[in-house]
């Protein structure tokens, strides 16, 4: 990626000497246009790091892809230490070719942000630093049989209220759960008050900072990231002890990481070796959260979906938490600390989304490539009447059905690849209608529009299925990387880089794309009313038992 040229960053309202990196000479307004924001985005499929300059332009990036463990049917998992070791080389490898052929210099990098999957869950021994096994990783449904014992727990009914969550297989409590009841060495060193316990956030800014040899120990997570433990009360951003008893969870034998906000000059600690040794981390979001952030979605009544792995539709509600009647999840939007009170969203979570399209890749051999899949989705009108309910980790939101399994309803002679491509993309776009309904009847309020980004929106034929299916606009900007720009966001904003929202105004508005409603309303609305009927077919699949057969 070249460099951007014509920044015009915001003023930092205050910028004393001390705070000069060792060698800058300029005075702190020269400086003040030359600072720089590192981005870490963590996501399931790859980890990237990103430089940007202070009007929010990428100025260069670096990205690896991650290996995804998948050790059994419904069993997904990554090793901690290789999550670790990408964003490590991403960091390295972005600031030496910034240096080398941008002429970028890594003193003038002011802070780094770090937006992250979320729900993944690390356990590590807090003695070594060391990871007790694989992450457990969002869309894992191992837990499954777990969750219906649980749900039958008194008390259960009450959680939603606190936590914003509703009981299933993608919090990270069920995760936590499973490895305390199935793991020896996770039983072993929760006994011995050794274990500690963090979404991926924690894990990085933990041994970013040097893990259980730093001279500060940080072990911390931000509100967006704690409201996706289901450990966490959502109006007081601390941990609840009622959650923490229904799931079994003594403090006294596990290391659960502070709550800290979403951006703060000191909270998360610094980067302890490496190029950018001694650069303070100030910012951190979970993933979607920092997609909304990077869409500038400040307003009430604003939403994003973001089309990566999985897609994530935040709608931000303001101050005050709204729960779900209609199966949405409550969450933290961000909490920008300083004073700011923390703002919420509802949000619409699907499970499967760019992971379909992988699904066609790597384990039907479509193509070698995601971008092939939607030029054979685009290579037909429509899916031969085909209807893909990709559950391969059973629906979320607005459903919640964990015993469903993928399913391909209306398959004849006629249907070709091309078919399954089609109705593969537009199964995410399905599963947005249902969820704007969902919001607009939780809400109130119909939206006129969506900010979309994430790998799958540089998918025309899926945005322009999108706006079909769901008969909204779908609005792409040019500049995708909004998820890690969210996090350069709340990173700038502790130190300085911006200090009001309003700032961030203009960020982001050049170059984008819209894609409008073409089908009319009343097809849209009998392919809904199909595709909700094999959601109701692909109900009850999985049986117990069932894997003694
Ligand atoms: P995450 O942050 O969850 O790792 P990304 O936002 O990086 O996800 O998106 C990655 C996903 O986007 C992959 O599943 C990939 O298959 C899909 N993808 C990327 N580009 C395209 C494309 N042109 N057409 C279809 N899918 C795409």
Redesign the pocket.
């Known amino acids: 990626m070249t460099s951007l040229s014509g920044s015009a960053p915001g003023q930092p309202r205050q910028q004393e000497d001390e705070h000069l990196p060792h060698g800058i000479t300029e005075t702190a307004a020269e400086l003040a246009h030359n600072w720089f924001v590192g981005s870490i985005?963590q996501?399931?499929?790859?980890s990237?790091f990103l430089i940007f300059d202070g009007a929010g332009n990428p100025v260069a990036m670096r990205q690896l892809e991650?290996e995804n463990l998948y050790p059994r049917s419904g069993w997904h998992e990554q090793d901690p230490l290789t999550i670790l070791r990408s964003v490590e080389e991403c960091i390295e490898g972005c600031v030496r070719e910034w240096e080398e052929e941008n002429g970028g210099d890594r003193r003038r990098i002011r802070a780094v942000g770090l937006t992250n999957?979320r729900e993944t869950t690390v356990v590590w021994d807090r003695e070594t630093g060391e990871p007790l096994g694989n992450a457990v990783v969002w869309p894992d449904t191992r837990t499954s049989g777990l969750v219906r014992e649980l749900r039958s727990r008194e008390g259960a009914g009450e959680l939603t209220e606190i936590c914003g969550l509703p009981l299933s297989t993608y919090p990270s409590s069920v995760k936590l759960l499973w490895l305390l009841q199935n793991d020896e060495r996770v039983k072993k060193a929760y006994d011995e008050g050794r274990l500690a316990f963090g979404t991926v956030d924690s894990w990085l800014i933990y041994r970013l900072n040097g893990g259980a040899g730093a001279e500060k120990v940080v072990h911390v997570t931000d509100g967006t990231n704690a409201s996706r433990t289901m450990f966490m009360d959502l109006r007081t951003l601390q941990y609840d002890d009622r959650l923490l008893k229904f799931f079994g969870i003594d403090r006294e034998k596990i290391a659960l990481p502070r709550i800290v906000p979403s951006s703060d000059a000191e909270a998360f600690g610094k980067i302890a070796s490496g190029v950018l040794a001694g650069v303070p981390i100030t910012g951190c979001l979970g993933?979607q959260s920092s997609a909304l952030v990077g869409q500038c979605g400040f307003k009430p009544g604003q939403a994003k979906n973001?089309?990566?792995?999985?897609c994530f539709l935040l709608y931000n509600v303001g101050e005050e938490p709204v729960i779900s009647k209609n199966g949405l999840l409550a969450t933290v939007a961000y909490d920008f600390g300083k004073g700011r009170k923390p703002v919420y969203a509802l949000e619409g979570s699907i499970a499967v989304?760019?992971?379909?399209?992988?699904f066609l890749?790597n384990n039907l051999g479509f193509s070698d490539d995601?971008?092939?899949?939607?030029e054979l989705a685009e290579s037909v009108e429509d899916s031969g009447g085909l209807v893909f309910v990709t559950a391969f980790s059973g629906l979320f939101a607005p459903y919640w059905i964990d015993d469903a399994q993928g399913t391909l309803f209306g398959m004849t002679q006629y249907t070709t690849k091309a078919h399954i491509a089609r109705a593969t993309?537009e199964a995410t776009c399905f599963q947005t209608r249902a969820i704007l309904k969902a919001m607009e009847e939780d809400s109130g309020h119909k939206l006129e529009r969506i900010a979309v980004?994430?790998?799958?929106?540089?998918?025309d034929v899926?945005m322009q299925a999108q706006a079909d299916i769901a008969q909204i606009p779908v609005d792409r900007p040019a500049m995708?990387e909004t998820?890690a720009l969210g996090a350069a966001v709340a990173a700038g904003l502790a130190v300085g880089v911006w200090n009001e929202l309003e700032e961030l105004d203009d960020v982001n508005k050049i170059g984008r794309r819209m894609f409008t409603p073409k089908m009319p309303e009343k097809k849209a609305e009998g392919l809904f009313e199909k595709w909700n009927r094999a959601v109701e077919m692909s109900r009850g699949w999985v049986r117990e038992g069932d894997e003694k057969n």
């Open positions: 985005d996501g399931t499929t790859s990237r991650l999957q993933d973001t089309y990566g792995t999985g989304a760019g992971s379909g399209v992988n890749v995601p971008s092939r899949i939607s993309l980004d994430g790998g799958l929106s540089n998918s899926c995708r998820t």
